[in-house]
T-cell receptor, first 114, second 114 residues
């Protein structure tokens, strides 16, 4: 299993540009989440999904959209990038059943918005 | 929503000493409390977790304690080694059955000096 994968690893955008951060998992996990990590702020939940076709907002959803058309993929879209969205983005997944709540994190995408 | 406070923000110990990191949470419905270790430039990785029906859990040199009444939980690392140096995050989840919605503390930078 590859686990949770994210692409790209690094990205530089100009203010106003749009892009999609990709996240995929091959563990058949139902739960998937996006977090952003800023210095001194820990990780903050952006959006999450409890299954294909179901998404909901987390703590800091503004400026981001998500969709979940398949169990495996959970892309994060920035519609009009702003410097405040400069951050490291982590995708995570966890199983719904099996007696564990462990969230498995992807390697992260480091985004810089100029 | 949930709020997690973590202390201290930095901790420096000598190799072989013990390290203790403390967290408090606000939502009495939270019932899942994981701890993550993040090395520089890497993804967060789960090192131990505890549920609200357990007061203490131990895994080799790492232990976590939970006081539901006071709404605080702690990470204890004994016989610290240089490879324990990293940022440690506590988190809480579970209000409304949502163990996949983690609220993180802001992290503790642990430095173990040889």
């Amino acid at each position: 299993n590859a686990g949770v994968t994210q692409t790209p690893k690094f990205q530089v955008l100009k203010t106003g540009q749009s892009m999609t951060l990709q996240c995929a998992q091959d563990m058949n996990h139902e739960y998937m989440s996006w977090y952003r990590q800023d210095p001194g702020m820990g990780l903050r939940l952006i959006h999450y999904s409890v299954g294909a076709g179901i998404t909901d907002q987390g703590e800091v959803p503004n400026g981001y959209n998500v969709s979940r058309s398949t169990t495996e993929d959970f892309p994060l879209r920035l519609l009009s990038a702003a410097p405040s969205q400069t951050s490291v983005y982590f995708c995570a997944s966890s199983p719904r059943s099996g007696g564990t709540d462990t969230q498995y994190f992807g390697p992260g995408t480091r985004l810089t918005v100029l | 929503g949930e709020n997690v406070e973590q202390h201290p923000s930095t901790l420096s110990v000598q190799e072989g000493d013990s390290a203790v990191i403390k967290c408090t949470y606000s939502d009495s419905a939270s019932n899942y409390f994981p701890w993550y270790k993040q090395e520089l430039g890497k993804r967060p990785q789960l090192i131990i977790d505890i549920r609200s029906n357990v007061g203490e859990k131990k895994d080799q040199r790492i232990a976590v304690t939970l006081n539901k009444t006071a709404k605080h939980f702690s990470l204890h690392i004994t016989e610290t080694q240089p490879e324990d140096s990293a940022v440690y995050f506590c988190a809480a989840a579970g209000g409304g059955g949502s163990n996949y919605k983690l609220t993180f503390g802001k992290g503790t930078l642990l430095t173990v000096n040889p």
